[in-house]
């Protein structure tokens, strides 16, 4: 009988221990450390020969090669049928790739990969739905309401991992599910399903299987209270791809947000609407967040993030009161708390804004959480416009980062934002003076520019001041639309620009 020994081991970060701890001292989580009873490291590589013996990932080279003698491998992304699923995949799935999708209770992971599974059953071929949680019976009601009836859509309702590997290398099929990876085990191991050693055993073992076979893995994870993914940080290493579905409870609106992707650009976003149907797509989600702009009121701005390569049009709504207490409250939803601190400093100390006897609040409309530094100016606009109860036309964008020292500083992609903004019908953008590429603007334009902008391209600025129109933002032009620049150094002048 193989030597056993006893560790403990945080099931946050995976910190081992050969004593139980109170508190890790990795990640500082209290109650995390779960006492596991592994094998000797000699049991363990007797146990592990059977699986070395069959050749690297590949299954081919089982020696190093040379680069140049290394076969590349020509393959064809698999379409998911789900248009914005394929644009955060980067144009579909890899053949051989393990992709981690993570996500809260009920956000619609399975039902996502539901629709996807039953699309690639339809073009592609058989489709094995590990369900390790539900029943096939409940999978089956879920099906039947998104309309799923493909007789190539298998259904195993099964949590041993060794049987789930029987099966994928006896079906061989064009695509793996796995729901979820907290919910299998491998009874090599003692410790129960969902621990460190259980999702990480269970993680190399479906990667070897999807390099091996050539065969795309989904693999659906819980995630902790701060949002991440639960298990070891080294599940993260060890697939290919990382997603995120997001969306608030209250909200019908979901983002598919990659954390990470070998195959494509990492931090690329879908945007979905939850319904009874299903998943919906929504290709144009700028057009869909504005439309339900209300009437013009003090402390709205729009601003456009860039969410991956696709720039987004969001409403930000700010809201300030005189304080009650002795220390006014800043409470944010959708911004970094921190972040709208430090703007409300600037807005302080470099504007004169009197904002230390305020209340302030700032949200984000449609339920989203926008990290970019480029939303600076149109936050920080909001909050001013609240505070002076003084409106920013509709019709008005804003792009920028802002500095401690109340400077505009420059963003990447302005002439694809500008673009966007030019599709919705907005007819004023304000940007940074400085780092404007000068395919947009020069810099003998004066500080307020007219100039006429293509769908397909930009065209060079003109000399001449075009006036502006106020109107609200709708449906574009027919042709070509015309636009207005406002380049701006610091943030009193991106005020006084934007304000009524």
Not at 179 to 192: M, R, Y
Request: aromatic letters at 4%.
């Amino acid at each position: 009988m193989p030597k056993t020994y006893t560790k403990y081991i945080c099931q946050q970060c995976g910190y081992e221990s050969a004593k139980y701890l109170g508190r890790c001292p990795d990640c500082n989580a209290w109650n995390s450390l779960v006492e596991t009873v592994e094998q000797s490291a000699a049991a363990t590589r007797a146990s592990g020969a059977g699986l070395r013996a069959t050749g690297g990932l590949s299954g081919i080279y089982t020696q190093p090669t040379p680069l140049p003698e290394v076969r590349a491998i020509a393959h064809q992304r698999i379409s998911t049928g789900i248009g914005e699923m394929d644009r955060v995949l980067g144009g579909g799935l890899v053949p051989g790739s393990v992709v981690l999708i993570g996500g809260e209770p009920g956000i619609g992971k399975s039902t996502l990969l539901l629709q996807a599974a039953g699309n690639i059953a339809e073009s592609s071929g058989v489709v094995l739905y590990i369900t390790a949680e539900e029943s096939a019976e409940q999978v089956k009601i879920r099906a039947e309401r998104l309309g799923i009836t493909s007789g190539r859509l298998h259904l195993y309702p099964e949590s041993d991992l060794d049987t789930i590997a029987e099966a994928i290398n006896g079906i061989k099929p064009a695509l793996v599910i796995v729901d979820s990876i907290q919910t299998i085990a491998s009874e090599q191991l003692t410790s129960v399903p969902g621990s460190i050693s259980q999702v990480r055993d269970g993680a190399n073992r479906l990667h070897r299987i999807a390099k091996n076979l050539h065969i795309p893995i989904f693999i659906i994870g819980h995630v902790t209270k701060e949002g991440s993914v639960a298990g070891p940080r080294a599940l993260e290493h060890i697939v290919d791809a990382v997603l995120y579905l997001e969306g608030e409870r209250f909200h019908t609106y979901r983002l598919l947000r990659g954390a990470k992707n070998r195959f494509g650009a990492t931090h690329e976003v879908g945007v979905f609407e939850m319904q009874g149907e299903g998943m919906i797509e929504i290709p144009n989600p700028s057009a869909v967040f504005l439309n339900e702009r209300g009437p013009r009121s003090t402390g709205a701005a729009v601003v456009i993030s860039m969410e991956g390569t696709r720039p987004l049009l969001v409403e930000v709504q700010a809201l300030t009161s005189t304080t009650a207490f002795g220390t006014p409250r800043v409470t944010t939803t959708g911004v970094d708390h921190n972040r709208l601190v430090m703007l409300l400093a600037v807005l302080t100390k470099r504007v004169g804004l009197l904002l230390y006897n305020h209340d302030v609040y700032v949200n984000v409309v449609g339920g989203f959480s926008l990290d970019e530094p480029g939303i600076d100016l149109g936050v920080a606009a909001a909050v001013a416009s609240s505070f002076k109860e003084r409106q920013i036309p509709p019709d008005v964008a804003l792009i920028g980062e802002v500095g401690l020292s109340g400077e505009v500083r420059s963003v990447s992609r302005v002439a694809l934002r500008v673009r966007e903004a030019a599709k919705l019908g907005f007819r004023r953008c304000i940007v940074p003076k400085v780092g404007t590429p000068l395919d947009i603007v020069s810099d003998w334009t004066p500080s307020k520019s007219g100039y006429t902008l293509d769908q397909d391209e930009i065209a060079p600025p003109e000399r001449t001041t075009q006036p502006h129109t106020k109107a609200n933002s709708g449906a574009p032009a027919e042709g070509r639309m015309s636009i207005e620049l406002v380049r701006v150094a610091t943030l009193a002048q991106a005020l006084d620009a934007a304000l009524d």
